[in-house]
């Protein structure tokens, strides 16, 4: 299970980036795409049990790291940050990047 989940996250976090690669408005900045890559774990381990989220953390930590890299620099709206930052869901957390 453990495994799966780290794939998905994964996956979303390159969807989330091909995203911002084609988004308009500002470059993002590190910073910007640390906190976006903390918000998308969050959503996608939202209700997951503690001990689930331990056992993944490595994963989520690899799958922010990427997202982070390919995140960096490239264009976004220019409220996307805080757009995301309040998303409840993986669907307007896309929204929020231009998806």
């Given at each position: 299970m453990e495994k799966?989940?780290?794939?998905?996250?994964m996956a979303l976090g390159f969807v989330a980036?091909?995203?911002?690669l084609f988004g308009c408005g500002k470059k993002a900045s590190?910073?910007?795409c640390k906190k976006l890559g903390d918000k998308?774990?969050?959503i996608q381990t939202e209700g997951l049990s503690a001990a689930v989220?331990?056992?993944g953390a490595s994963g989520f930590d690899k799958a922010k790291a990427d997202f982070v890299?390919?995140?960096t620099g490239k264009r976004?709206?220019?409220d996307g940050v805080t757009c995301a930052d309040k998303a409840k869901d993986q669907a307007a957390f896309m929204k929020c990047l231009g998806g």
């Open positions: 799966k989940m780290t794939r998905k996250l980036g091909i995203f911002v590190e910073e910007d998308l774990i969050e989220k331990s056992a890299k390919e995140c976004m709206p220019s």
